[in-house]
């Protein structure tokens, strides 16, 4: 067994998963450019079939600005179970579970989302990790603002 | 400090921490056959004092067969707070919370479990992890089709 | 690379979770001697601006206690998103989500809280790790019985 590689996997799993953190605590507190800056530059986020998928941080930043800024009061986002697989030494793909709260601007009730994110991560040059792809996937939702969901694949 | 074995046993604990999410992942998919190949062939699964516990992989994924088909429309399974102790190099228990939010299939409103999942492990002679034991317990339901469980054992 | 430093610390990492789980699994149980029993002598714990914040262990152990004992039929407390900064090999900070939902002993509707928990440690001179402090922060309740909290910080 080859100690050292198991311990930089070890190092570079603990790195995608205060990746998948970092998205929820800037998300949760307003801060799009942070968000976009965990993403690689040409990534990809797909919210579900009632919008289109934002492609690039830039656009990243300035969507996502949006809805933080008119749709939501406040959100919380608890992630947990994260399944992840290398793909080789510079790419990783994970599944993880996600359960949502979220409060409306317009007083609307408080919306829930349970489900997950599939996530496509790539190590930079740099040597950091960064997001490539997000799809969010519901098991199901409660007074949630899209009524459309891509599903997780029950059968 | 044997560096060798601390590496080797983070390493049992991720691949311990995959089981636990691996149980949710194709529970929530509705997989009962994948759910039970988590299983040792000898497993007990005891889901509360309202039902038998169950004994045997090939018992557990017909078992759960019938409650993904007839009972649940959709499930999400978060689990978290794993707390694992290991009782020798191929045996461990856990303790880990769950949150857990079900659909149901004849219209019921959306029922909610708190609790946690004591689970025992054993390492197979072929070298993978595999669940001997699963008790749920619950600090409380909401709405749950169950009214009876076993308790997380509040004084 | 320093792959022994790097080890320690990854154990380090789990040595701490554990401390915030155990938190949690004591909590749930109703055990605040083994709640207080995690932080430090003069570890200092902010439950929000309605009231003051509890200094030392034993005044941890006997303030809990009073809202196990009266306030609270049954609690469970779900983390993750753990995010863990080190600050010295003996100090360490972590923001860490929190959903909890608490069952009242008077009867009133289920409170939840969906934030988070900022807490400092500190390795102590017996070589393990304690809680120095800790602050809730919340994004939002729902019959929650406490009015006011301190907010999450977003934008």
Redo the contacts between chains.
């Keep these: 067994m080859n ?2 590689a ?2 930089l996997e ?2 570079d ?2 790195e995608i998963a ?1 990746l ?3 998205y ?2 800037h998300f ?4 799009p450019e942070k968000v976009a800056g965990l993403f690689t530059q040409d990534a990809t986020l797909d919210y579900g079939p009632e919008s289109a998928t934002i492609v690039g941080a830039e656009a990243i930043a300035s969507t996502i600005a949006v809805g933080l800024e008119h749709t939501f009061a ?10 992840l697989e290398f793909e080789g030494p510079d790419a990783a793909r994970a ?1 993880t ?1 996600l ?1 949502a ?1 979220h ?1 409306y601007a317009d007083g609307s009730p ?1 919306g829930e989302l ?2 997950c994110y599939r996530h496509r991560f790539e190590r930079t040059d740099a040597g950091s990790w960064r997001i490539a792809a997000l799809v969010l996937e519901a ?2 939702t ?1 007074n949630f603002h899209r009524q459309t969901m891509h599903p ?4």
Excluded at 28 to 31: A, Q
């Design positions: 100690f050292e198991a311990v070890l190092l799993r603990r205060d998948i953190h970092s929820c605590f949760d507190r307003s801060e406040a959100t919380s986002h608890h992630v947990s179970n994260i399944q599944v579970s359960y709260w409060r408080d349970w489900g098991a199901g409660s997780i694949g029950r059968r």
